[in-house]
């Protein structure tokens, strides 16, 4: 079975700063797809960014840039001129590959991120 | 276009309780996955349901069910209400087409359900 690990639970950043949230995945699969969500308080998870394991490239997203090592299983999320609608919880989430079966997505813990003005 | 709705936003039940949890999904969304999410903790997969037919079940017991009509939208079954069901029930739907994997999902804002 595939697990999430974000072994930060909570960071803080100063507005206009980058800071980077840390996550590790373990699968025995070699094709996948990784994702970041946020949860605010209003509780809606939004899609932050998304990264095929089959592409080399990082995905990028405005101010949000994945690092993605395959070898290493590490999928780290990083913000840069952070803003105060950046403060949420940002999971890191996993889905295989296999298209037509289940589209389980499974999820970390969360970092909590506050933004400091 | 509308996101996911789900109804109700909040509910308090007892145990012993039955509680309906109910999703529509986006216009043109044929998927709808439904988790539970413990607070303090990351959403838990219940059920994924396409064009009606269960297409994946997480480790939930046989207490929890679902339903997917003709329209995409779905239901939330849960019997014999435990206080440890009190969580936020989100709700997700995607486009799911076979040739497009990785479809991301759309999550509603969920139920807020409490069990005293």
């Known amino acids: 079975a595939q697990t999430v690990t974000q072994s930060q639970p909570e960071m803080s950043v100063q507005e206009a700063e980058t800071v980077t949230l840390s996550c590790t995945y373990d699968?025995?699969?070699?094709?996948?797809?990784l994702f970041w969500y946020k949860q605010p308080p209003s509780r809606q998870m939004i899609l932050v960014i998304r990264?095929?394991?089959?592409?080399?490239q990082n995905a990028t997203e405005n101010r949000f840039s994945v690092n993605f090592q395959k070898a290493a299983k590490s999928f780290s999320l990083k913000i840069s001129d952070s803003q105060l609608g950046d403060a949420a919880m940002y999971f890191c989430?996993?889905?295989?590959?296999?298209?037509?079966?289940?589209?389980?997505?499974?999820f970390g813990k969360g970092t909590k991120l506050t933004v400091n003005p | 276009d509308a996101g996911v709705t789900q109804s109700p936003t909040h509910l308090i039940k007892t145990r012993g309780q039955h509680v309906t949890l109910r999703c529509s999904p986006i216009?043109?969304?044929?998927?709808v996955s439904w988790y539970q999410q413990v607070l303090g903790q990351g959403p838990q997969f219940i059920f994924q349901?396409?064009?009606?037919?269960?297409?994946g079940r997480g480790n939930f017991p046989d207490r929890f069910s679902a339903r997917q009509f003709p329209n995409y939208s779905s239901e939330l079954n849960v019997n014999a209400l435990l206080l440890g069901d009190s969580a936020l029930y989100l709700c997700?739907?995607?486009?799911?087409?076979?040739?497009?994997?990785?479809?991301?999902?759309?999550f509603g804002d969920g139920t807020r359900l409490s069990i005293l």
């Open positions: 990264q095929e394991a089959y592409k080399q």
């Open positions: 699968t025995s699969e070699s094709d996948y797809y």
């Open positions: 349901y396409y064009e009606k037919e269960e297409r």
């Open positions: 989430a996993y889905r295989s590959f296999y298209q037509g079966g289940s589209e389980k997505l499974v």
């Open positions: 216009s043109g969304h044929k998927s």
């Open positions: 997700a739907s995607s486009l799911d087409r076979e040739k497009l994997g990785g479809q991301p999902q759309h």
